[in-house]
């Protein structure tokens, strides 16, 4: 076996080593998530009743799916304003992290240290890391929400003056304002992206910087004709890592909307016909962000 792979060509090779980094995806999801997947689909086209014999299935069709657009009026305020979130989120991580991994691919004293303290709000973010900060109580004795909300309200008083005396544009103020409202959870949720970008950026061969300096190019000019276009494909890396990680966070209140109708209300049905809507938006989402940027996107060969 070992004789035939090598006796392949560079492409079957490359595809070979692809398989072998999903199988893990791919024999977890046939174990383990398909079952449960075709389960909520039956169960979001059925009323379920719970019995002491078990489950009760009642089938009603598409029921479900419109009493949640027409009826429901919580999940249509609660689905638009995740999307609000995360088209207000979204950019401003984008653009945090690819400022963050420029920055740290500069060279400098100290690099491995600020490298590894922009990548701490990930492992400090992880499940039973989270979880302990929840339930540390003395943490929460020590903080006091007014004076946060005191402080951050001046500071954000202060840039706000100075946006407006800079007459700059009220719509654009707004944004930096809200931006420094999120910075807390935008460094929070950047680690993974800036990790994308400066692998991106480490691997842009030096010679085309080399070149461009030779022909009398300046460091603004290498930088959006050299770096933005060869980072290009991570760009829309991270958008997608960006925008699924906003929709599918655990403290998302679409998220806790949804878990309430199943494992508090015991409403089955009706919760994983919000979970199949929920999923369709977040696609649909995906693939026009995909096809509108696919085309702005560069492809070093």
């Known amino acids: 076996m070992f004789a035939k792979y090598k ?32 389960q909520s689909i039956i169960f979001s086209f059925n009323d379920l009743t719970v019995t002491p014999e078990g489950l009760q299935y009642e089938f009603i069709g598409w029921e479900h799916y419109s009493y949640s657009f027409l009826v429901d009026p919580e999940f249509r305020q609660i689905l638009i304003q995740s999307i609000v979130d995360m088209l207000t989120n979204v950019p401003i991580i984008i653009i945090f992290s690819f400022f963050a991994a420029t920055l740290l691919n500069q060279s400098f004293k100290g690099r491995f240290l600020a ?8 492992i400090l973010a992880s499940g039973i890391i989270g979880q302990i900060e929840q339930n540390d109580a003395i943490l929460q004795m020590m903080k006091n929400p007014a004076d946060d909300a005191a402080n951050l309200g001046l500071m954000t008083f202060d840039i706000e003056d100075l946006l407006r005396n800079s007459r700059v544009p009220p719509q654009f103020a707004e944004y930096v304002i809200l931006a420094i409202d999120r910075i807390y959870q935008v460094i929070n949720d950047s680690g993974v992206q800036i990790l994308i970008f400066l692998a991106g950026l480490q691997s842009i061969p030096s010679s085309l910087f080399e070149a461009a300096k030779v022909e009398g190019a300046t460091a603004w000019e290498g930088f959006w004709k050299i770096t933005f276009p060869m980072v290009s494909p991570l760009i829309l890396v991270n958008m997608i890592y960006s925008i699924i990680d906003s929709f599918t966070k655990s403290d998302n209140e679409l998220m806790e909307f ?44």
Do not use: D
């Open 7 to 38: 006796s392949m060509g560079l492409s079957h090779k490359k595809n070979m080593v692809g398989y072998a980094f999903i199988s893990p995806f791919l024999l977890g999801f046939f174990l383990f998530f398909l079952r449960p997947l075709i």
């Open 258 to 301: 949804i878990h309430n109708k199943a494992f508090v209300l015991a409403n089955f049905g009706y919760a994983s016909a919000l979970s199949w809507i929920y999923m369709g938006v977040i696609v649909g989402m995906l693939i026009v962000i995909g096809l509108f940027y696919r085309k702005r996107v560069f492809y070093h060969e």
């Open 115 to 122: 490298r590894a303290i922009f990548f701490l709000p990930v």
